[in-house]
């Protein structure tokens, strides 16, 4: 089980990548590395997600990366409400471009239903262009 959610005002993967890069430099990182995202509501699922799934990320209309999630704690924010922290390993591990149509908050995602990823670290990929192309005409 995974979750997908709208990656708000970041047109690219480098973009999102470097925005990371920027909050670390400013503080905002962890002792342990781990991205953290908030949002609103704890999933009720969970125990199937945490430690097993990935946070897909929705950016300029197409899912396009994908980060490990490597738990997901209840917190408080700083108004008292409830929220869940997504706790997210740092590495963006990018993904077929599937096209996704906007969207509120997130929404579970099923393995069957994610798209593959495209090459790790090291191997050759196609250009995010040429990907999304080869996406619509089905051969990725």
């Known amino acids: 089980m995974h979750i997908i959610k709208l990656c708000v005002g970041v047109s690219s993967v480098e973009e999102l ?3 990371r890069a920027l909050r670390r430099e400013q503080g905002f990182g962890r002792p342990d590395g781990l991205n953290v995202h908030r949002t609103r509501m704890m999933p009720k699922k969970a125990n199937e997600i945490a430690g097993q799934g ?23 924010d700083g108004e008292g409400r409830s ?53 619509q005409l089905g051969l990725l």
């Open 83 to 135: 929220c869940c922290d997504i706790l997210l390993e740092p590495e963006l591990i990018r993904t077929a471009p599937y096209p996704r149509r906007p969207f509120q908050g997130w929404r579970y995602l099923q393995t069957k239903d994610a798209p593959p990823d495209l090459a790790r670290a090291g191997e050759d990929a196609p250009p995010e262009g040429m990907a999304e192309e080869l996406a």
């Open 17 to 19: 990548i470097e925005w």
């Open 54 to 76: 990935s946070l897909y990320w929705v950016i300029a209309g197409a899912v396009r990366a994908r980060q490990v999630i490597a738990d997901l704690k209840a917190e408080t």
